[in-house]
């Protein structure tokens, strides 16, 4: 038997430590998981420690920032993409990152070990970076959700929303293999929109490519030309002569609108009232308008699903989930929701209330409401939602392809009848 010191949060949330007896640091977890308690480190009291020379938290700190600093010497290209912060978290290491949690979070591990042990497995140094981080801010007493939080550019709200859920319902380990499966959606609806949208794009660039060398390049020689001659050209002609002429004499102004355009632009969403408002009007884009909506409706679903699970309450859990949704507007509809179920109204009236949702899943919501299983049927919501995604995403190509046609129809026509009738008039007037 030795003796072990412990720290972890208890199904509230508190920060509990102390120390106990035992004969290995399996038992240790054991005892903590059977008291609800999530351990985050759990270590071994040497004699040296009771005797009093245990190193303190300021020099384990430091040296775990020592340790998280050592690079290898032969690893020049992570290290200069580090350096120049270019190495951005990919969506493949979130979710590798996830499922290993899961699993170590699962075993009994401690969150400190499983951390440690995944930051001297990373080969992003970017990635190594954050997590020596999340260890400095758990032995400073901070929870794992707010540890996340410190990181936005690596771990999106949605996920820091799931976490704070599992530290406080203590189940850890469902909420990041919920955080996998949401992150593993979220690829591959990013691969279906890339496979639709690959052929558009291609299209449109080479379109926009076609347009701008014949407008730079293309018409002010013909416009000399016809100059010389004389002729009388058709409106088209003039049209796109003076629209060539603008861009060549205006190109670094039309440049200069456009980056303030999009400055302007990111300045306004990145407050409440524009973000709210660019949220609702992508809500109604044709064609990607419903797409959106599913996603975010599929988060709503899935997330209240999990948060009812876990037995926190329905004015809570909507508090939480209208964090978790990643669309302000239908964040703000969650919160109506919740202000709805705070006056006394049913989660069904106030859901229909917000007009989000269709009358199956509105169906749905009724009957778990009533049968008292309302998580496994916002799951099934969610599973509907899910496939609707899929089926929209594969068939926005479908819908893309004949809106570009057209439109490289029309572009087409207007630099034939621009560039070629003062031909043809030309040679009809030489020829009679």
Excluded: C
Excluded at 16 to 24: D, F, I, L, N
Excluded at 169 to 191: H, P
């Amino acid at each position: 038997m030795a003796n072990f010191r412990y720290s972890g949060r208890n199904s509230s949330g508190a920060l509990v430590a102390g120390t106990m007896t035992a004969g290995s640091s399996d038992e240790v977890v054991a005892v903590l998981q059977k008291d609800h308690i999530i351990p985050i480190d759990i270590a071994r009291v040497h004699r040296e420690e009771n005797k009093g020379s245990r190193p303190s938290r300021a020099h384990t700190v430091a040296r775990r920032r020592r340790t998280s600093q050592k690079t290898d010497s032969g690893d020049v290209w992570e290290t200069f993409k580090a350096f120049l912060n270019i190495a951005p978290v990919s969506l493949d290491e979130l979710i590798i990152f996830s499922r290993q949690m899961f699993s170590l979070i699962k075993a009994g591990l401690p969150l400190n070990k499983a951390l440690k042990g995944l930051e001297t497995s990373v080969t992003n140094l970017a990635f190594k970076k954050v997590l020596a981080d999340i260890l400095v801010s758990l032995e400073n007493g901070l929870d794992l959700a707010t540890s996340l939080g410190r990181h936005p550019e690596v771990f999106p709200h949605l996920f820091v929303s799931l976490v704070h859920v599992g530290e406080n319902t203590g189940r850890l380990d469902e909420a990041f293999e919920e955080v996998s499966r949401y992150l593993a959606l979220e690829q591959k609806t990013r691969k279906l929109v890339k496979k639709a949208t690959r052929y558009p794009l291609f299209v449109l660039a080479s379109l926009v490519i076609a347009v701008g060398v014949i407008t730079v390049f293309v018409i002010p020689i013909f416009a000399s030309t016809f100059e010389r001659l004389g002729a009388n050209l058709p409106w088209q002609t003039q049209l796109l002569i003076s629209v060539s002429d603008f861009v060549v004499g205006y190109w670094p102004l039309l440049l200069m609108a456009l980056g303030f355009g999009v400055w302007a632009f990111q300045r306004v969403v990145k407050t409440i009232d524009g973000r709210l408002l660019w949220d609702k009007r992508k809500l109604h884009l044709p064609l990607a308008g419903p797409i959106l909506e599913r996603v975010a409706l599929g988060r709503f679903a899935r997330t209240f699903s999990m948060v009812m699970g876990s037995g926190v309450p329905i004015v809570q859990g909507l508090t939480i989930v209208s964090g978790a949704v990643g669309n302000a507007y239908v964040a703000s509809q969650v919160r109506s929701m919740r202000e709805g179920v705070e006056r006394g109204e049913s989660l069904y009236l106030t859901a229909a209330a917000s007009g989000m949702f269709t009358p199956l899943v509105l169906q749905m919501i009724s009957v778990g409401e009533e049968t008292g299983t309302i998580d496994e049927l916002l799951g099934e919501v969610a599973e509907f939602y899910d496939s609707e995604i899929e089926y929209q995403v594969e068939s926005l190509g479908d819908a893309i392809e004949p809106i570009l046609i057209s439109l490289m129809g029309i572009l087409v026509l207007i630099m034939a009848l621009g560039v070629f009738l003062p031909i043809w008039d030309l040679n009809t007037a030489v020829q009679g």
